[in-house]
């Protein structure tokens, strides 16, 4: 017989959270969405699964978070602000000569690193105000409530920087849709939600443990997987006649 090959459902944040309320025994099994006394706990839910998504950006950069971002530079201008959507900027830039109107930045040629500096780096910097055709190093300003570009050299033509940028997920106001992560995070995030819930409910010391227990380890499980990284190049080892 053929295995089913058919993908499981998706698992929307209503169904996530009275999974969340269940695993915590805050409600029976046999609960549904369609339940009484369910409308608030749905809310409360809904709160905490923010909180989470927000606290899990702390855990590293996720491919899935990972957005790469086309800024205009405008001739004579350092700074540029990036959307509210965006929580940082890494890594290298690149810069393409020219603007929007004259180029297409995803079919390029003759592209140029723009290094990332931090603060300290920044700085150093002996000629803040230096100006030259494109930019070589940016830093990333993180003193308002949008992330902020410097770019140096000031550039002295237009262009367009594409930089990477790590953009914040989804919220989960709206139930009937999945949470903006990978469905592999579902199991982590119904443990992590059980353990808030449960605090929450102020259940005994020994489940609330448990359940911290048993979330910490599925989101470092998710956390190895969900990473930005690049498969690992094998090495091959073999005696010679050289060998020591």
């Not at 020219?98 to 990332?116: H, S, Y």
């Not at 033509?157 to 579902?186: E, F, Q």
């Amino acid at each position: 017989m053929l295995p089913n090959t058919t993908p499981s459902p998706v698992i929307k944040v209503n169904q996530l959270i009275l999974m969340a309320y269940k695993r915590a025994g805050l409600v029976p099994v046999e609960a549904t969405l369609a339940g009484a006394n369910i409308v608030q706990k749905l809310e409360h839910g809904r709160l905490l699964l923010d909180t989470i998504l927000d606290s899990l950006q702390t855990e590293g950069i996720m491919a899935r978070s990972t957005v790469l971002h086309e800024l205009t530079v405008n001739a004579g201008e350092p700074y540029y602000e990036l959307p509210d959507t965006v929580l940082d900027a890494f890594g290298d830039a690149m810069f393409i000569l020219g603007g929007l109107d004259d180029i297409d930045p995803k079919r390029t040629n003759g592209e140029l690193a723009v290094k990332n500096i931090d603060l300290a780096m920044w700085q150093a910097l002996t000629n803040k105000e230096m100006e030259s055709s494109r930019p070589q190093l940016y830093a990333v300003l993180r003193d308002r409530q949008n992330v902020r570009l410097r770019l140096w050299p000031t550039p002295s033509d237009d262009g367009v920087l594409r930089v990477r940028t790590l953009r914040l997920c989804g919220g989960s106001g709206i139930g009937n849709r999945p949470v903006d992560l990978a469905r592999y995070w579902n199991d982590a995030l119904t443990w992590i939600l059980a353990y808030y819930l449960a605090t929450d409910s102020s259940l005994p010391t020994e489940r609330c443990v448990y359940l911290a227990q048993v979330s910490e380890a599925k989101t470092a499980a998710a956390v190895r997987l969900g990473s930005e990284s690049t498969p690992i190049q094998a090495m091959v080892a073999y005696p010679t006649q050289w060998s020591a």
